[in-house]
C-alpha cells in the first residue's frame, strides 16, 4: 500500500466533485473509498483503477446512495423520537408530562383566541430557533470537511437535515390548514368555534414533538460524523 501523490490526489477530488454529492458522510465514505482502493495500486495502474472507481460510482449511482441513505437516517431518527416520546409516558416521567397536559388542557379553553394563536408563534418561533441552532452545529463542522476534501458543492449531514425535516412538517402543516388560508382570506379558522380544539391540538403536538426531537438530536450527534 503507498500514499496517492498530491496530483493523483487531485485528479480523485475533480472526479468526486463532479457528482454533485449533497450528503457529507457519503462524500466522506466514498473518497475513503476511492483511496483505500487506489492506494493499493501502482502508479502505472493508477489512471485506469481511477476508470473503474468512476464506471462503479456514477452520478446516478451515488444520487441513489443519497436517497438510501437519508430513508434510513429519516428512519432512525423517527423511531428514535417515537421512543422519546414513550419515554415521556413510562415511570416516573408519566406524572409530570400527564400533570402538565391536563393542565394545559384545562386552563387552554379559558384563553382568549388571539393569546392562543400568540403561544403558538411562540412555538412556532422556539422551533424555528432550534432548527438554526441545529443548522448552525452541522454547518460549522461541514466546513472542515469541506476544505479538507476541496469541495465546493453544497454539503448538509443527513442526520440534521432529518431533525429538520422532523421539526418542520408540524410547522408546515400549520401553515398549510390555518395561517396561508387565512392569509388569502379562504377560511379564517381562528374565528370558528373548533379553533380551540385545533390549536390545543397543534400546541401539544409540537411541543412533544420538538422536545422528543430534540433529545434525539442530542443522543444521536454523540456518535454521528456531524
Request: proline share 3%; aromatic share 12%.
Amino acid at each position: 500500500m503507498r500514499k496517492l501523490d498530491e496530483k493523483e490526489l487531485e485528479l480523485v477530488q475533480q472526479a468526486i466533485s463532479l457528482k454533485n454529492i449533497g450528503l457529507v458522510e457519503l462524500l466522506a465514505e466514498i473518497y475513503d473509498h476511492y483511496l483505500s482502493h487506489l492506494e493499493q495500486a501502482s502508479p502505472d495502474d493508477f489512471n485506469q483503477e481511477l476508470n473503474t472507481l468512476e464506471e462503479k460510482f456514477t452520478l446516478k449511482y451515488c444520487k441513489k446512495l443519497e436517497q438510501d441513505l437519508m430513508q434510513i437516517s429519516n428512519k432512525e431518527i423517527f423511531q428514535l423520537t417515537c421512543s422519546q416520546i414513550v419515554q415521556l409516558f413510562t415511570w416516573p416521567k408519566a406524572i409530570v408530562t400527564t400533570v402538565l397536559l391536563i393542565s394545559v388542557a384545562a386552563i387552554w379553553p379559558s384563553l382568549p383566541k388571539n393569546v392562543q394563536f400568540i403561544l403558538l408563534m411562540i412555538l412556532l418561533t422556539n422551533a424555528a430557533i432550534s432548527i438554526g441552532r441545529i443548522w448552525w452545529h452541522s454547518h460549522k463542522k461541514i466546513k472542515f470537511f469541506k476544505s479538507f476534501y476541496k469541495y465546493d458543492g453544497f454539503l448538509i449531514s443527513k442526520h440534521s437535515s432529518s431533525v429538520m425535516l422532523q421539526i418542520h412538517v408540524p410547522f408546515s402543516t400549520f401553515n398549510l390548514f390555518v395561517t396561508l388560508p387565512k392569509v388569502l382570506e379562504i377560511y379564517n379558522v381562528v374565528d370558528t368555534p373548533y379553533f380551540m380544539l385545533v390549536s390545543l391540538f397543534f400546541f401539544l403536538m409540537w411541543t412533544l414533538i420538538t422536545i422528543s426531537t430534540l433529545k434525539a438530536w442530542k443522543i444521536i450527534s454523540k456518535t454521528a460524523l456531524i
